[in-house]
């Protein structure tokens, strides 16, 4: 009897040895893919673009897109933060620069702040010209 208790409890150890170098494997695989999957801390610069390239990207994306007129449009970049300032000619121009402001990467959101409407530079603003000493204005 004692010759089978022996081998019994070899058989025993051997198991648990077994088990617990399966478990230690197992939990440093799980820790090794923990580390693999959340990368390395990453300073805010290497995340995302800085603030000079970004607005150059906008302003880029607003020349090459169709239906924006960039001409009086001023982009202020803040921490990825695109706000757009100035005046376009119609609706359509200032939602399609927004659009084309928010798909430029880094940018975490757009303030529109573009006026629709004509600038004093259109000759449709221009005030009315008076002729010398009529006191009324000219028609043109």
Same mark, same amino acid.
């Given at each position: 009897?004692?010759?089978?208790?022996?081998?019994?409890?070899?058989?025993?150890?051997?198991?648990?040895?077994?088990?617990?170098?399966?478990?230690?494997?197992?939990?440093? +695989? %799980?820790? /090794?893919?923990?580390?693999? *999957? #959340?990368?390395? $801390? =990453?300073?805010?610069?290497?995340? @995302?673009?800085?603030?000079?390239?970004?607005?150059?990207?906008?302003?880029?994306?607003?020349?090459?897109?169709?239906?924006?007129?960039?001409?009086?449009?001023?982009?202020?970049?803040?921490?990825?933060?695109?706000?757009?300032?100035?005046?376009? +000619? %119609?609706? /359509?121009?200032?939602?399609? *620069? #927004?659009?084309? $402001? =928010?798909?430029?990467?880094?940018? @975490?959101?757009?303030?529109?702040?573009?006026?629709?409407?004509?600038?004093?530079?259109?000759?449709?603003?221009?005030?009315?010209?008076?002729?010398?000493?009529?006191?009324?204005?000219?028609?043109?």
């Amino acid at each position: 009897m004692r010759f089978r208790r022996r081998p019994l409890r070899a058989w025993l150890a051997f198991c648990a040895g077994c088990a617990l170098a399966t478990l230690g494997a197992t939990a440093a +695989a %799980a820790d /090794h893919h923990e580390a693999a *999957a #959340q990368p390395e $801390a =990453a300073t805010p610069s290497a995340e @995302r673009p800085s603030d000079a390239v970004i607005r150059q990207q906008v302003q880029e994306a607003l020349r090459r897109g169709e239906f924006v007129d960039d001409e009086g449009i001023v982009i202020e970049t803040d921490e990825g933060v695109v706000t757009l300032r100035g005046q376009v +000619a %119609a609706e /359509h121009e200032r939602e399609r *620069a #927004q659009e084309l $402001a =928010a798909r430029v990467d880094g940018v @975490r959101s757009v303030r529109n702040e573009l006026r629709v409407g004509k600038g004093l530079d259109a000759p449709d603003a221009l005030p009315p010209v008076t002729a010398p000493g009529s006191g009324g204005p000219v028609l043109r």
